[in-house]
């Protein structure tokens, strides 16, 4: 266990406003789902604690679930502009290692993030702790081809995942 990690028997004794101090972050710019969630305690371990951030997510209003995928970045970001993002997410796409792509095929999935951005209007969301900046392009060109109602769904479950690796890092 790595010295940042809080155990769940500690995590369930916080304080509301603890609680949701040290999860508020996990979904990007959007703790009302930390804050649902704190109200299922206590949870018996940390799957127990990402299913009811998932039962918050997908139980959410659709108006709710759509702010939460708009609070996201979008991939690829400039690397200038990775100052501005979370620290998760910075952390995140540099991992992914969406710098080091050939330009040709950075410039190719810059093009086919706007498109995507233009039919779904919102940003495309891909847990890139599971996916490499290289297979990022193929998965976007298959889910572009998507419905609204069907790609929302995999954006949210694309969410829950990214959750998941955040708060695996913070509980243990």
Known sequence: ????????????RM???????LLGKLYEHSPWVVEE?????????KKALQARF?????????????QLITAHPDLAAKMDELAKL???????????GFSSLPRDTFNTLRETLA????????PFILCVSDHSASETLPILQQRLQASPRSERLACLAQIARIGWHRLDAIVS
Request: aromatic content about 10%.
């Open 1 to 12: 266990m790595n010295s940042e990690e809080i155990p769940i028997d500690k995590l369930n």
């Open 15 to 21: 304080q509301d406003d603890e609680w949701i101090t």
């Open 37 to 45: 969630a704190v109200k299922g305690r206590p949870f018996s371990d």
């Open 54 to 66: 998932e039962s918050v997510i997908f139980g959410a209003e659709e108006e709710m679930q759509s």
């Open 86 to 96: 979370t620290d998760f997410s910075q952390s995140e796409q540099t991992r992914a």
């Open 115 to 122: 498109n995507y951005r233009q039919r779904f209007g919102h």
